[in-house]
């Protein structure tokens, strides 16, 4: 079966760093999508990732490993506009998206 | 701005009484999606259209039905809603199927059932 698995919360400081992992397996793979939620919103996107290796865009990273089947979303500088839930999806052969339940980031003081 | 738009916000429906979502696009993109989320879950994939082609998910319950008469809209019916169907409904387009284009979502309609 295809599955995402990602934590389900994790607890950080603002102004600290976080990792978000994310492992998948799915049916084919066409890359991996990490998605930001705030609650009660709609999820907006964040990364794509289809290659191996860092994607850096400000103080958000991605990581994916292909061979792992595994992904990490990197949060630098956390901010308290940073608690979302962060939602990890996986391009599958047929180009449909298998989603993670997401991770549930609360930033404290 | 282009965009994502849903209506309403926020609908509240009895039980088994109809209810139609609605959602509209100006990004010009092929491919409308309509997702189902409830709380601390992942969206879950009812139905997408590309073009006007229909693609029903297996397990999507015939309850739910959707339609979209041109490139810009597309409605969600649900025909008898049951307590099970409260969640937020998220509408999200894409530029192509078959491909790596990022979904853009709408802001969802939370649906209530009384």
């Known amino acids: 079966g295809q599955n995402i698995d990602q934590p389900t919360e994790m607890t950080a400081t603002e102004g600290a760093i976080v990792q978000i992992n994310c492992t998948y397996q799915?049916?084919?793979?066409?890359?991996l999508f990490w998605y930001q939620q705030h609650a009660g919103e709609a999820p907006t996107f964040l990364s794509y990732?289809?290659l191996d290796g860092l994607e850096e865009k400000g103080r958000f990273s991605s990581f994916l490993s292909r061979s792992k089947g595994y992904s990490y979303l990197l949060l630098k500088e956390l901010q308290m506009k940073d608690s979302a839930s962060y939602l990890c999806?996986?391009?599958?052969?047929?180009?449909?998206?298998?989603w993670g339940a997401g991770t549930k980031l609360i930033i404290k003081p | 701005d282009a965009m994502v738009i849903q209506n309403p916000r926020y609908q509240v429906t009895q039980f088994g009484k109809p209810v139609t979502l609605s959602c509209s696009q100006t990004?010009?993109?092929?491919?409308m999606y309509w997702y189902q989320q409830k709380s601390s879950q992942a969206p879950k994939l009812l139905f997408h259209?590309?073009?006007?082609?229909?693609?029903n998910e297996a397990d999507t319950p015939d309850n739910f039905q959707s339609r979209r008469p041109n490139t810009s809209f597309c409605f969600l019916d649900i025909r008898s809603p049951g307590l099970g169907d409260a969640a937020m409904y998220l509408c999200?387009?894409?530029?192509?199927?078959?491909?790596?284009?990022?979904?853009?979502f709408g802001p969802g309609t939370r649906l209530t059932v009384t």
């Open positions: 999200a387009t894409s530029r192509e199927s078959g491909s790596s284009y990022e979904q853009y």
């Open positions: 990004l010009n993109h092929n491919v």
């Open positions: 259209y590309y073009d006007k082609d229909f693609n």
């Open positions: 799915t049916s084919g793979f066409n890359g």
């Open positions: 990732n289809v």
């Open positions: 999806a996986a391009l599958d052969s047929n180009y449909q998206l298998i």
